[in-house]
């Protein structure tokens, strides 16, 4: 295969800068409808994460960043762009009070991890340096050492995201790995 | 006592049972996917097996940008004419039949008990027919491509319980719009919703579908309307295949229940840029609009259209707005053309589009500058979601967009 975009799996312990969003984030902001006619350049899409309503996130934001927000992110669309752009951006990780169920599952689908976290944009501020352990199921705030829960993946849904998204899982599942 | 979610899961799952939260592997009756089953194909070449499990569960329809309206789009719809062809999909519909949503219903793809997935948030549409139907992402369709299934974490339900009559110019959309309000966008998250009551049976096809098409926007990842004699006809005349119906048991558990009473109703209106920012409509009537727009999945059906038809017969549209109409099927379409409901609307200034998803999800066709507002019967008014983010959509009945499409203002339909 050419481009191996589902290429390894997925680091259970990860390390970055919060930027931080809040409730009902939903996918035409993460990933505006008019770029939909882009379907497969997935460089393509990550320039447009946010940007017709929070242009400053492409100017901001630097890959290795971990998203931070509130309920319901991601609600709405199915547009799986919403989670490719923010793969392809470099966003280490999202992770937000609640998600909506079909942009929770194409994160996992394509190894981008999100964690549920109650209670956790109260606690984090933007630029805060935190660690998420996804198999210990907590997240550690390194500016106050505080330890927050998180709600663990189930462990067959944990085994898609670590294998690097449902690609990789299927392939070697269904012995088409070379 | 199980639930109808739990009943169909534990049958696609060939379990005697199941329980609430619990991870089931399921088979798939149905996969429906659009112009974004582009995304399918490359992740399916990715995933690397030749064939799709079952050329005859697969079922496309274009809808969001046709005609495409760029190059780019004309690429995409031909890269997947050249795969419908490849892998033999029995089920194509090209970009002459409508929304995806209202086509599969059409041709009887949608039936009691059975589980159907789609590349498209508003696949909940389907649970109007007693059908699983829930929407996923491209990448795990192109995973239903290979193996036939998918996982489901067994969803909690919501009864929601609806007695009483309508007013005159109250529906469904009124209904569904209170009923997020009070929930809230992500009030019924991960949730498998369940419409009971006489107001729901008493309700058309039509009307049921926008119940369960709108659940989506209160987080549900399905939303059954119990399958009764109407459901059954419906699906009878359009298709041959065999299918069981399946009712939830009378002591079924239920997470939450909500019950509503439909005769003390007022017009409601989503107002920007939340779905579930509801208010009743005398509460911003007044307010200028520039666009005025009826259709979609959500309400572009013939009864839409006969409602807006009978309000603005022998009327003007207002000089300063635009209205547009989106039949949701070629077969509404002629339907509504042979009515009269057409000649209604364009005589009375209504500009009529093809059949589609028009300029609902800011694709293409009749989106809106900076300042402007419009008024539509659509599913969604997320910032700038139809054009400008600068923009304001607000949604409404088609009786209420059609009331302020004569106005050139947001009115009550009285």
């Known amino acids: 295969m050419k481009e191996m975009f589902y290429n390894r799996p997925k680091p259970l312990h990860i390390k970055g800068r919060v930027y931080k969003f809040g409730d009902n984030i939903n996918t035409d902001i993460i990933y505006p409808g008019k770029y939909l006619s882009i379907t497969t350049e997935r460089e393509e899409m990550a320039r447009h994460c946010f940007e017709t309503v929070y242009p400053e996130f492409l100017k901001i934001a630097e890959p290795g960043d971990i998203i931070v927000a509130g309920r319901n992110f991601g609600c709405g669309s199915s547009r799986e762009q919403a989670a490719t752009c923010l793969k392809y951006f470099g966003i280490s990780a999202v992770v937000a009070e609640s998600f909506a169920r079909i942009f929770y599952r194409n994160a996992i689908n394509l190894g981008l991890t999100v ?3 109650p209670g956790i944009s109260k606690k984090l501020e933007h630029n805060d340096i935190i660690e998420v352990d996804l198999k210990m199921g907590i997240i550690i705030s390194k500016k106050n050492r505080e330890e927050l829960k998180t709600i663990r993946l189930p462990s067959s849904v944990l085994e898609i995201l670590s294998a690097g998204g449902l690609v990789p899982y299927l392939r070697k599942k269904l012995g088409v790995e070379q | 006592m199980p639930t109808i979610a739990e009943k169909i899961l534990a049958r696609a799952a060939k379990r005697d049972q199941v329980k609430t939260n619990e991870i089931v592997m399921a088979k798939v009756d149905v996969a429906m996917s659009h112009e974004n089953a582009d995304v399918v194909i490359r992740a399916f070449k990715e995933i690397g097996l030749k064939k799709v499990w079952d050329p005859e569960r697969i079922v496309i329809i274009f809808d969001h940008r046709i005609p495409a309206e760029s190059e780019k789009s004309a690429a995409t719809h031909k890269r997947i004419r050249e795969f419908v062809k490849t892998q033999n999909i029995k089920y194509f519909y090209d970009m002459r039949e409508g929304i995806c949503h209202q086509v599969l219903a059409e041709f009887g793809h949608c039936r009691p008990g059975e589980i159907l997935v789609g590349t498209d948030s508003h696949t909940t549409t389907h649970g109007a027919f007693g059908t699983f139907a829930a929407g996923i992402g491209g990448t795990e369709m192109a995973g239903v491509w290979s193996t036939g299934e998918i996982w489901f974490k067994v969803p909690e339900s919501m009864k929601i319980t609806v007695h009483g009559k309508f007013k005159e110019f109250i529906s469904a959309k009124d209904l569904i719009l209170f009923i997020i309000g009070q929930l809230g966008s992500d009030g019924a998250d991960y949730m498998a919703v369940e419409f009971h009551g006489s107001t729901i049976s008493e309700m058309t096809i039509a009307s049921r579908m926008v119940l369960s098409n709108l659940s989506m926007e209160m987080g549900a990842k399905v939303a059954f309307i119990l399958p009764d004699e109407k459901t059954i006809s419906f699906v009878r005349e359009r298709t041959k295949k065999e299918f069981t119906a399946v009712l939830p048991d009378r002591d079924a558990q239920y997470a939450r229940s909500l019950d509503v009473d439909a005769a003390s109703l007022r017009s409601q209106i989503a107002c920007p840029h939340a779905v579930d920012n509801v208010k009743k409509v005398r509460e911003v009537s007044g307010l200028k609009i520039n666009q005025a727009l009826i259709g979609s999945c959500t309400n572009g059906r013939l009864e839409d259209l006969k409602v807006a038809a009978s309000i603005i017969e022998g009327k003007n549209v207002h000089p300063d707005v635009r209205l547009l109409i989106i039949p949701a099927s070629r077969r509404i379409y002629l339907d509504a053309t042979k009515a009269g409901y057409i000649e209604t609307l364009v005589k009375a200034g209504g500009l009529v589009l093809n059949p589609g998803c028009g300029p609902c999800l800011g694709a293409h066709q009749g989106l809106l500058a900076a300042g402007e507002r419009c008024i539509a019967t659509t ?36």
């Open chain 2, 379 to 414: 599913n969604r008014n997320f910032q700038g979601r139809m054009g400008s983010s600068d923009a304001e959509v607000y949604l409404a009945s088609p009786a209420t967009v059609a009331f302020s499409a004569i106005k050139g203002e947001i009115t009550e339909p009285c």
């Open chain 1, 115 to 117: 964690v549920i976290a």
